[in-house]
């Protein structure tokens, strides 16, 4: 006959075989309990306490609170710099006091983007490696070392003045 069998099915049992070959098959056909998901239902609780911790940090205290002060200074200083890189009036207006914007000689958008155009086009963007922050109540003082991309040599240093209105800091004439 050809008729086909497994491997096993024509050898004879004596009863003193080893139980390693159906013991695996058992274990596999085993059912499952909860237990062997408990590694993975720790990691899971785990993770979801700290997401939570984080959710409800950022929720009770926002990122702008957790910001110091000389820090949101130097993001206003940061901002006037990259508004006259960037050619952005509006940006630029935006790091000003109100007694800044009202004075005379403000520039206006078109004196803005020719004066600043000028100096990009010939030496490169300001480049503000570092600046100085010393604040005092509603006032803080920012010294400013700044160059040109093309121009590393010529550094310069600019004394700014800033004040409070409101929560936001502006740069302002002293």
Request: proline share 3%; aromatic share 6%.
């Amino acid at each position: 006959m050809s008729a086909k069998r497994p491997d096993d099915a024509g050898q004879e049992s004596d009863g003193n075989e080893s139980t390693e070959g159906s013991s695996a098959a058992e274990i596999s056909s085993a059912p499952r309990s909860w237990r062997d998901l408990l590694p993975f239902i720790i990691a899971v609780s785990v993770a979801v306490v700290i997401l939570a911790a984080i959710g409800i940090s950022h929720l009770v205290r926002p990122s702008e609170e957790r910001v110091s002060e000389d820090a949101k200074i130097q993001y206003v200083v940061n901002d006037m710099y990259s508004a006259r890189n960037a050619l952005n009036y509006e940006m630029y207006r935006g790091a000003h006091c109100e007694k800044d914007l009202a004075a005379k000689d403000f520039p206006s958008a078109r004196q803005f983007a020719d004066t600043n155009r000028v100096e990009n086009e010939a030496n490169g963007q300001l480049v503000v490696p570092s600046m100085d922050v010393e604040t005092t109540g509603d006032r803080a003082s920012v010294t400013v070392h700044e160059h040109r991309e093309r121009d590393e040599q010529k550094k310069l240093t600019t004394d700014l003045t800033l004040i409070k209105q409101g929560e936001n800091w502006k740069v302002c004439s002293a």
